[in-house]
């Protein structure tokens, strides 16, 4: 039982490149979440997806974009990667919207 | 923000010791939760109590909730080694349709 999988688990990106952070989930979740962690900071929630077909901003969403591409799948872009973005991302999956969520060991990306 | 506060930021002690931390937030909630987080790792769920809860227990944990103060505790009774890592609350707030997490608290256990 995978729970929840993210890939990669460390990238590091020139400024002004862009890439797919990705995520899938095999617990039949209808919520996903994606989350930044900067020291000092706690998780702060970029863009979630609240069921299939359906993506909402959270508190940090500029220079990102997702797509909920079905039931197992949210994806997180960086269109163009800047040195604020350097921050560990986190994927998460619940059953509904405000129920316990169930994280990926996470993304530690560098932009330099 | 709508981000909860734990405090202590830092708690150092003894295994088999007890250790509390705690949560305060800012709005009504649907229920608060708890997680762990070991380094490197990603956050791990612990418990959930519901706003018509006042407590709540799952092993060696018992979270409490206290809605007229805005808070909650959560309690690690004889703690161990392994019980070292980051906790963090995260609230389920009430209108605002996502979890909003605190900035944790840091728990060092030594053997």
């Known amino acids: 039982n995978a729970g929840v999988t993210q890939t990669p688990k460390f990238q590091v990106l020139k400024t002004g490149q862009s890439m797919t952070l990705q995520c899938a989930q095999d617990m039949n979740h209808n919520s996903m979440y994606w989350y930044r962690q900067d020291p000092g900071m706690g998780l702060r929630l970029i863009y979630y997806s609240a069921s299939e077909g359906t993506t909402d901003k959270g508190e940090v969403p500029n220079g990102y974009n997702v797509s909920r591409l079905n039931k197992r799948e949210f994806s997180l872009r960086l269109e163009s990667a800047a040195p604020s973005q350097t921050s560990v991302y986190f994927c998460?999956?619940?059953?509904?919207?405000?129920?316990?969520?169930?994280f990926g060991s996470g993304t530690r990306l560098t932009v330099v | 923000s709508q981000q909860g506060e734990e405090d202590p930021q830092a708690l150092s002690i003894q295994e088999g010791e007890n250790a509390t931390m705690n949560c305060s937030y800012k709005?009504?909630?649907?229920?608060l939760q708890w997680y762990r987080q070991n380094s490197g790792r990603g956050l791990v769920h612990l418990i959930l109590i519901r706003s018509n809860e006042r407590e709540k227990h799952s092993g060696r944990l018992r979270v409490t909730l206290d809605t007229s103060k805005k808070s909650s505790s959560l309690l690690i009774t004889a703690s161990r080694a392994a019980d070292t890592a980051s906790y963090f609350c995260a609230t389920d707030n009430t209108g605002f349709q996502k979890l909003v997490f605190g900035t944790g608290t840091r728990l060092l256990v030594s053997p």
């Open positions: 709005t009504s909630i649907n229920n």
């Open positions: 998460a999956s619940s059953e509904e919207v405000g129920a316990a969520s169930t």
